[in-house]
Each structure stands twice: as structure tokens, then as C-alpha cells.
């Protein structure tokens, strides 16, 4: 049966919704109506809500949003959203990453009378949702403290350390009090927590690994005492994302471990995990 071109009522009924792959015939398809997919591109998954997706009326809603995607080498610092700019995430064996900066618009009759190729849970969608917005509300912190940590990281032991197990956390999250311009001779007093998933938090062997690497983390924040960095005492802790509360939410910003972010845009308020 040949749509009208209001009716998109198939798009529904073969099952498009958010978190959806196209087949690697249709991410051609795509590639030869639109000029800006690159040819290199193997994946195309989209990203539009569900209910833009299944809009049974063309008029209302001509495009749908994809985004890009490529089956990449495991890296923790892309995982539970840690990164602003790339989002990993398993499927099937394979880890997947999305480029926020490979988002594409494209004519929603393109999905009519095609099937998707694979879909993503809920729960995934949700979090890519949650990762794909902080590009239009994250925060950051003083100019002065962003100078002050940046040896922590010209140093790149901490991001070679979270690309190997920053799969076990949600993120890592601070608090440094008033955020502020500090003069010269002030000084930052900070709160370090690690959030790790409930999964990995519940399971021993995993919590203590957690353990090892947020200590590794605390000796390393502890090295910026010459700049004016000091930790609070008693403070810095292992917590499940279950136990983080809504009042923690109002004090605590996400630290992103992500090469050029910290140049000044990579801090992010805090999430809930759920």
C-alpha cells in the first residue's frame, strides 16, 4: 500500500522509535540523499523522541534526528555519559560510540516500509537522552580552579586510569564550596565523591577494584597542594549511585575526564544516575 504524503502511520507500525539502528542499506541510502554523511559512516541510530519518531502526520513532523555511530575499542571515559562528546555503550558483544557532532536530519519517509536493523532498551535510551541535552545546560567551574587542576591532567594519568576502569562509575563528582574566582593566594577546599553503578558497587571484587581506583585518584588530587588544592578531610567517598540524594545533587557537579574539555567547558552538573 503506497502512504500518502501525511500519512506516516508505517513508521510506527513497523516499530521506529528512539534508539533505533537503521540496516546498512538504509545508512546508504542515507548517505546518497544527504551530503553531509560521511561515506565513511557505518551506523546511523535515531535519536529523535518517540513520539516525533511515530507522529502519524508528515506535515507535523518531516524530519527525523540520527546520530552516528562506530564499533569502537572499550573506553570508561565515554561510559554513563563520563564524556560530552562521545557516548559508549555494549551491545551484543560490541561497544558502540556515539559522536555528538554526527547528528543529521533527514526526510522521515526514508524509514517507511524499512525495518529496524537492532533497538536499543529504554533504560539505554534514557541515558543517551540524558548525555545528548548536557549539550545545552552543562556547567562550569571558575576559571581560577580550572588553571589550578590543569597539571592533574597534563600529567594523563588520570584519564589513562578512567579509560581503563571508568566503566565502573557513573562519574565522579565534586564539590569545591563557592564557586568563585579565588585570588592568587587563596586556597580551593574540595570534596571528591566516586559514584559507581549499583551493579558494580553490590559486587565485591568489583567495588574494591572501584576502591583502588579512587584512591589512585585522591593521591593524585593530593599533589595540588603547591596550587592551592586541598581536599577535605573525611570527606572524599565511595558511594552507589542509589545511596546519591537529591540534596547532594544541589552540591556536587560531574567532573568529566575528557581530553580537550578541560581547556574549559567539561564540568557538568551533576545527573542523577536514574
Do not use: S
Given at each position: 500500500m503506497k502512504l500518502s504524503t501525511e500519512d506516516a502511520s508505517d513508521i510506527k507500525d513497523r516499530g521506529w522509535r528512539q534508539g533505533a539502528f537503521l540496516s546498512p542499506e538504509l545508512v546508504n541510502k542515507v548517505k546518497s540523499s544527504n551530503d553531509l554523511v560521511p561515506d565513511s559512516l557505518e551506523h546511523l541510530m535515531i535519536l529523535s523522541h518517540d513520539c516525533d519518531v511515530t507522529n502519524p502526520n508528515f506535515k507535523a513532523e518531516p524530519t527525523v534526528e540520527l546520530i552516528g555511530a562506530i564499533i569502537d575499542e572499550k573506553d570508561g571515559n565515554k561510559q554513563h555519559g563520563k564524556s560530552p562528546r562521545a557516548y559508549q555503550f555494549e551491545y551484543s558483544g560490541e561497544y558502540y560510540t556515539l559522536n555528538i557532532h554526527q547528528r543529521y536530519f533527514v526526510g522521515r519517509q526514508i524509514l517507511c516500509h524499512e525495518d529496524p536493523h537492532f533497538q536499543l532498551n529504554p533504560r539505554e535510551c534514557e541515558k543517551i537522552q540524558r548525555w545528548a541535552a548536557r549539550r545545552y545546560f552543562r556547567q562550569g567551574f571558575p576559571d581560577e580552579f580550572n588553571c589550578r587542576i590543569q597539571p592533574l591532567f597534563d600529567r594523563g594519568k588520570i584519564r589513562k586510569l578512567m579509560k581503563k576502569h571508568g566503566d565502573l562509575f557513573y562519574g565522579i563528582y565534586i564539590d569545591i564550596g563557592d564557586h568563585v574566582e579565588m585570588e592568587p593566594d587563596e586556597a580551593y577546599e574540595i570534596t571528591v565523591w566516586a559514584v559507581m553503578d549499583d551493579a558494580s558497587f553490590d559486587d565485591?571484587?568489583?567495588?574494591?577494584?572501584?576502591?583502588?581506583?579512587?584512591?589512585?585518584?585522591?593521591?593524585?588530587?593530593?599533589?595540588?597542594?603547591?596550587?592551592?588544592?586541598?581536599?577535605?578531610?573525611?570527606?572524599?567517598?565511595?558511594?552507589?549511585?542509589?545511596?546519591?540524594?537529591?540534596s547532594d545533587m544541589d552540591l556536587l557537579k560531574r567532573w568529566d575526564f575528557d581530553d580537550l574539555s578541560f581547556k574549559g567547558d567539561n564540568i557538568n552538573h551533576l545527573q542523577h544516575p536514574y
Open positions: 565485591e571484587q568489583k567495588k574494591k577494584q572501584g576502591d583502588d581506583v579512587f584512591q589512585t585518584l585522591l593521591k593524585e588530587i593530593d599533589t595540588l597542594k603547591e596550587h592551592k588544592i586541598f581536599l577535605r578531610e573525611g570527606e572524599n567517598v565511595l558511594k552507589a549511585a542509589y545511596e546519591v540524594t537529591l
